[in-house]
């Protein structure tokens, strides 16, 4: 199947979102309590974004209730937090030839869910409320299998697909639209203290398995193979691969997060990056 064919701006994400909802409580009315509460009785992406998380994260200890309230308490103070979920949905809906609809990644994609109740987590970090923020991960991580340290810092129209085993650490920075799989680990090299987890470039893509180590720059469009060991800085626009990662191709192709292709060029350079 075709990727998703996002229309033109006269239609927001939003109405993509709200129309495919309409459409699919005619088709399957089984489903129309859940669709009306969760997308179709709000007013705007903020309304239906929050009670989606607090839907998913809500238990015994902290209730549903009290996760809305937070999250739109973060929206509100930081409208960037909708925006940059916005830029999101619509890098699954550009990068993932599985979906049928805006629906698919909004009510059942671990990825986007974890990415999207993360955010609200970092914004509670940058408030002082850091037991709270930790809270918020501990829950998305034993719903999603996605732990991400509410201090790490994301971009904008980032793409988790599948989501499950991604780690990524404490000081770690990702860029605005880096595409990654599932096992992907951006993780330190020891037990030191500091600045110790990768910086991954804008538009870089990761592939299944891939593990980033260490204070280390994966420059802009870059690309790393599924399964590669990556423990030195890539160059910008570059591929690596392997264990350790070695250089495949320089330069690689223009957007790799885009495009996600995870072939690889016939020639190898013969030395360690």
Known sequence: ??????????????DQLRAAATEAVRDEPRLASLLNAVILSHS????????QIARKLGDSELGAMTIREVSLGAFAADPGIVA????????????????????QPFLYFKGFQALEAWRVAHWLWGQGRETLAFHFQSRIS?????????????GAGIFIDHG?????????????????????????????????????????????GAKVLGNILVGDY????????????????????????????????????????????????????
């Open 142 to 154: 034993e719903l999603f299998q996605v732990d991400i340290h509410p201090a790490a810092r994301m």
């Open 84 to 103: 940059a979920a916005e830029a999101d949905l619509q890098a699954v809906a550009e990068r993932d030839p599985a979906i049928r609809s805006l629906l």
């Open 1 to 14: 199947m075709a990727h998703l064919e996002i229309v033109p701006t006269s239609q927001s994400l939003w």
């Open 164 to 208: 499950t085993g991604v780690v990524i650490g404490e000081t770690a920075v990702v860029g605005d639209e880096v595409s990654m799989l599932h096992g992907v680990t951006l993780g330190g090299t020891g037990a030191e203290r500091g600045d110790r987890h990768p910086k991954i470039g804008r538009g870089v893509l990761l592939g299944a």
């Open 44 to 51: 705007d992406l903020a309304g239906a974004l929050s009670f």
């Open 222 to 273: 870059a690309k790393v193979a599924s399964g590669s060991v990556v423990l030195k800085a890539v160059p910008a626009g570059c591929t690596v691969a392997g264990v350790p990662a070695r250089l495949v191709n320089c330069p690689t192709e223009a957007t790799p997060a885009r495009t996600m292709d995870h072939t690889l060029a016939d020639v190898v350079y013969d030395f360690v990056i």
